[in-house]
């Protein structure tokens, strides 16, 4: 597939509680980007659907939903928002969130999206991230973030799993981003690295700011 017919995109990388979903929802509101997150998508899932029961089960017990299960559900999730208009992929970057998880989805993505740049939300305190993880699953009824055990099996399988899917691209296309201050301090920092991709981005299409 040519990248002319391959989605735009920037990924947001980190480990659980980093502020993916926080700084993905606030790029979801400016102008020429379109925000999806993976794991909002699993969460509106039927679960008494086929795919929404494996979802639920494997989530549930702090495990990675099947590669290819999780490519399906995307795909057929995003192709929607396409429909809808919701999201115009010749003129919007898409900012992905959650995806890819591992080294294997990589490979099942690579046709379809083309890879501006990669925001690593780095956390230095692991225990805060786990503090910050119950907080929203209070806040936001998460059932899949409210036990402790959990948690920390998201974070052992993040380790073993997700962070090598780093080492799959090129370390040019990789911007570190500190997670640790207040989202809007992480927000600044991710501005720095996304306006000149999308400055690019609309040069590439010919078109003013």
Request: proline content about 5%; overall charge neutral; glycine content about 6%.
């Amino acid at each position: 597939m040519s990248d002319n017919n391959r989605y735009e995109t920037v990924l947001l990388f980190g480990a659980p509680g980093a502020g993916k979903g926080t700084q993905g929802n606030i790029l979801g509101h400016i102008p020429g980007f379109y925000h999806l997150s993976c794991g909002e998508v699993f969460r509106s899932l039927d679960i008494h659907s086929p795919d929404g029961k494996t979802v639920y089960d494997t989530t549930s017990q702090g495990k990675f939903v099947p590669d290819e299960l999780t490519i399906k559900i995307w795909k057929k999730s995003l192709e929607g928002q396409v429909a809808l208009s919701n999201y115009k992929p010749h003129e919007d970057i898409l900012i992905l969130d959650g995806l890819p998880r591992t080294i294997e989805q990589v490979e099942l993505v690579k046709n379809h999206i083309n890879v501006r740049r990669i925001l690593h939300l780095v956390c230095t305190d692991e225990e805060a991230m786990i503090h910050r993880i119950r907080r929203r699953a209070i806040r936001e009824n998460r059932v899949d973030d409210a036990n402790e055990s959990i948690i920390r099996r998201r974070y052992e399988v993040y380790h073993e799993k997700t962070a090598p899917v780093l080492e799959c691209y090129p370390q040019e296309l990789i911007s570190q981003i500190n997670a640790m201050g207040s989202p809007a301090e992480v927000l600044q920092s991710v501005l720095k690295e996304l306006v000149p991709v999308q400055s690019e981005h609309y040069r590439r299409l010919g078109r003013k700011f």
